[in-house]
């Protein structure tokens, strides 16, 4: 029996107890919405000037707008790999020089041994699904419908893959889908090549929609992974042209019209009482792209870099009845997302599998005044680019702030910010603090100790 079905059945025999406590009440239903590449300025409730976004600031002020919120990687394949598992990337070979993401050619994707919050959601009666863009691998083994979610519909890996010959970054600020031959898929089954993704976030929205309608008498877990607003931009016809930000206004626009959907039809059906929305983004804006790409606000650098702008994004979590509305200002992650919702819908956590996440739910559902996660590692590829205790976070590497080309160095000295008061990280307070950079330096002796040195599994070709 392969380890993952082993643990799996582990998770659902420690579960009964649980399951026995609430069979009265159903359990929650989790709602995951990722976009790609949306950057920490670029809703309007997170301080963008120009582009609306009526649906997400309406859910910001019903829910929880979270400001201090990490992904585990600044590029899109580790990052999912961290959703997914609740682990950093560097543990389970989802990190390298060699190749940051996987590719079209790749052998490789998320370890099978590896167990994924789809599983352990599945193992406790939850239907699952994910709709859209998951980039943990395409060959079989890998597939969605083999890590744990019961349904797929969309991109195997980034929409600019599988592009023709002979294209030019020129050439993808005005693309034609047929360009990028990139399968739609159903399942197993490929529907469409190329897929028009002139169409692509309605129907993922439409897709979205009709599996909410067809489990509303059962608990569900959706993962709506959102191909945009990563490069190259496709929005669609009732969309194109009606953002003052342009092309990029257009689809945070048709992104937002996405969202209000997924909470309209929870309205309808009466499940907002019992279902937990949490929007979020894989990492920074791309901004080699110039004004095809987002912004990070206040925030220095941008997607391929570990500074704020590469690795902080925007987070809301909204559930009407189970949750207070305030603005929260304490560290979280998105690999704190599996321990948090299988907390909230009391599921144990198999004892063999170890995450680097915390649970939120203390903090997030019961409002106590509690600080769950106060550190956090931020790696580039395979090295440890910075660490942030507290407020302060200490820098050991640089590189370019848009993230391209990649050329990573050692500084000469690190350089220390307060992230408080300074979250643009302009004012180096290294030579002020030695006491902290010691406490910092400390943590990570300590958390390097813990890494182990796996074999990557993006360099397989």
């Given at each position: 029996?392969?380890l993952k079905?082993?643990?799996?059945?582990?998770?659902?025999?420690?579960s009964?107890?649980?399951?026995?406590?609430t069979s009265?009440?159903?359990?929650?239903?989790?709602i995951?919405?990722y976009?790609d590449?949306?950057g920490?300025?670029?809703?309007?409730t997170?301080?963008n000037p120009?582009i609306k976004t009526?649906n997400?600031?309406?859910m910001a002020?019903?829910g929880?707008?979270?400001?201090?919120?990490y992904?585990?990687a600044?590029v899109?394949?580790?990052s999912?790999?961290?959703l997914m598992?609740?682990?950093?990337?560097?543990r389970?070979g989802?990190?390298s020089?060699?190749r940051?993401?996987l590719f079209?050619?790749?052998?490789?994707?998320?370890p099978?041994s590896?167990?994924?919050?789809?599983?352990?959601l599945?193992?406790n009666?939850?239907?699952?699904?994910l709709?859209?863009k998951?980039h943990?691998?395409?060959?079989?083994?890998?597939?969605?419908?083999?890590n744990g979610?019961?349904y797929?519909?969309?991109?195997p890996?980034?929409?600019?893959?599988d592009?023709?010959g002979?294209?030019?970054?020129?050439?993808?600020?005005t693309p034609?889908?047929q360009d990028?031959?990139?399968?739609?898929m159903?399942n197993s089954?490929?529907?469409?090549?190329?897929?028009n993704?002139n169409?692509?976030?309605q129907?993922y929205?439409?897709?979205?929609?009709?599996?909410i309608k067809?489990?509303?008498e059962?608990p569900f877990?959706l993962?709506?992974?959102?191909?945009?607003?990563?490069?190259?931009?496709?929005a669609?016809?009732?969309?194109?042209?009606?953002?003052i930000r342009?092309?990029y206004g257009d689809i945070?626009?048709?992104?937002?019209?996405?969202?209000?959907k997924?909470?309209?039809t929870?309205?309808?059906?009466?499940l907002?009482?019992?279902t937990?929305?949490i929007f979020?983004s894989d990492n920074g804006?791309?901004?080699?792209f110039n004004?095809?790409?987002?912004?990070?606000?206040?925030l220095?650098?941008a997607?391929g870099?570990?500074?704020?702008?590469g690795?902080?994004?925007?987070?809301?979590v909204?559930s009407p009845?189970?949750?207070?509305?305030?603005?929260e200002?304490?560290?979280g992650s998105t690999?704190?997302?599996?321990?948090?919702?299988c907390?909230?819908a009391?599921?144990?956590i198999?004892?063999?599998?170890?995450?680097?996440?915390?649970d939120l739910?203390?903090?997030?559902?019961?409002?106590?005044?509690v600080?769950p996660?106060?550190?956090?590692?931020?790696?580039h590829?395979t090295d440890l680019?910075?660490a942030?205790?507290?407020?302060y976070k200490?820098y050991y590497?640089?590189?370019?702030?848009?993230?391209?080309?990649?050329?990573?160095?050692?500084l000469e000295?690190p350089?220390l910010?307060n992230?408080s008061?300074?979250p643009?990280?302009?004012?180096?307070i290294?030579?002020?603090?030695?006491?902290?950079v010691?406490?910092i330096?400390?943590l990570v002796?300590?958390?390097?100790?813990g890494?182990?040195?796996?074999?990557?599994?993006l360099?397989?070709l």
């Amino acid at each position: 029996m392969k380890l993952k079905l082993f643990i799996a059945a582990l998770c659902v025999l420690t579960s009964f107890r649980s399951t026995a406590q609430t069979s009265k009440k159903r359990k929650p239903n989790f709602i995951v919405i990722y976009t790609d590449d949306l950057g920490y300025g670029d809703l309007g409730t997170f301080g963008n000037p120009v582009i609306k976004t009526p649906n997400l600031d309406r859910m910001a002020y019903e829910g929880q707008k979270w400001t201090n919120f990490y992904v585990a990687a600044n590029v899109c394949t580790p990052s999912r790999a961290a959703l997914m598992t609740g682990k950093l990337p560097v543990r389970i070979g989802m990190e390298s020089y060699k190749r940051r993401v996987l590719f079209p050619d790749s052998k490789g994707g998320l370890p099978e041994s590896e167990l994924t919050i789809a599983e352990i959601l599945k193992a406790n009666n939850y239907q699952t699904a994910l709709v859209g863009k998951w980039h943990l691998g395409h060959l079989k083994q890998f597939a969605p419908n083999n890590n744990g979610f019961d349904y797929y519909f969309g991109i195997p890996y980034s929409n600019d893959m599988d592009r023709k010959g002979g294209m030019t970054r020129e050439d993808m600020f005005t693309p034609n889908f047929q360009d990028f031959n990139v399968p739609l898929m159903r399942n197993s089954e490929i529907i469409e090549r190329p897929a028009n993704q002139n169409k692509i976030t309605q129907r993922y929205t439409e897709e979205s929609v009709d599996f909410i309608k067809r489990n509303k008498e059962k608990p569900f877990f959706l993962y709506l992974a959102h191909s945009m607003p990563h490069v190259p931009l496709f929005a669609g016809k009732d969309f194109k042209g009606k953002s003052i930000r342009g092309l990029y206004g257009d689809i945070i626009e048709e992104l937002d019209w996405s969202v209000g959907k997924v909470l309209e039809t929870l309205r309808e059906l009466h499940l907002d009482e019992n279902t937990y929305v949490i929007f979020t983004s894989d990492n920074g804006p791309w901004k080699l792209f110039n004004e095809q790409g987002g912004s990070s606000g206040l925030l220095f650098g941008a997607k391929g870099t570990s500074y704020e702008g590469g690795m902080r994004v925007p987070f809301i979590v909204w559930s009407p009845t189970n949750i207070k509305p305030r603005v929260e200002m304490k560290m979280g992650s998105t690999l704190d997302i599996l321990p948090t919702l299988c907390s909230i819908a009391n599921i144990d956590i198999p004892s063999q599998v170890k995450t680097d996440g915390y649970d939120l739910s203390p903090l997030m559902v019961q409002n106590k005044d509690v600080n769950p996660r106060n550190e956090m590692f931020f790696y580039h590829a395979t090295d440890l680019f910075a660490a942030r205790l507290g407020d302060y976070k200490l820098y050991y590497l640089k590189n370019n702030p848009i993230g391209y080309p990649e050329k990573i160095e050692k500084l000469e000295k690190p350089v220390l910010f307060n992230l408080s008061v300074d979250p643009s990280e302009q004012y180096d307070i290294y030579g002020k603090n030695e006491k902290i950079v010691n406490e910092i330096n400390e943590l990570v002796r300590k958390h390097k100790e813990g890494v182990i040195p796996v074999k990557s599994n993006l360099e397989d070709l």
